[in-house]
């Protein structure tokens, strides 16, 4: 009987295919740092990959990917900057950021560059994870 299941299941799989994305390997453009802000165009998200515009959050994340070079890779991102804490539920929300990604919040934005390595040098005492339970609990 065990035998049914795995010749099912390996049809299914031929005819519909596995479960999860693929990436091609050697486009994708992992993220490190990703800043947030709203500006006159709506919701401007930087990184060291390329900038994205929107209306929302979901539009700049949408818009960054349609513009990198490559398949952008949010999983790996290890910090995330709030230029306007206004943002901080639309993008907990998301589940595009990986829980562990430490939180920080600045006035404006700034030049990606380098700024993984400042910020790993300077860590934060917030976590995505960390928000999320809180709005979770004030709710």
């Known amino acids: 009987m065990k035998w049914l299941y795995l010749f ?5 799989t031929l005819i519909f295919g596995l479960p999860f994305r693929e990436y ?7 993220i490190l740092t990703v800043q947030a802000a709203r500006t006159e165009h709506g919701v401007t998200l930087v990184s060291e990959v390329g900038t994205g515009e929107g209306a929302t959050w979901a539009d700049a994340v949408e818009n960054l ?8 890779f949010f999983d790996t991102a290890e910090q995330v900057i709030f230029c306007d804490r206004t943002l901080v539920p639309d993008a ?7 829980p562990a990604a ?10 990606p560059e380098g700024l993984h390595e400042y910020l790993s040098a300077h860590e934060s ?8 339970a809180e709005v979770r609990d004030s709710e």
């Not at 990917?65 to 952008?72: C, F, H, I, L, S």
């Open 8 to 12: 099912i299941a390996a049809v299914l």
């Open 24 to 30: 091609d390997t050697a486009r994708l453009l992992p």
């Open 65 to 72: 990917r349609e513009n990198a070079a490559g398949d952008v």
């Open 92 to 98: 907990l929300e998301s589940d595009v950021l990986r």
């Open 102 to 111: 430490q939180v920080y919040f600045a006035d404006a934005l700034q030049d």
């Open 125 to 132: 005492a917030f976590t995505v994870a960390d928000l999320r």
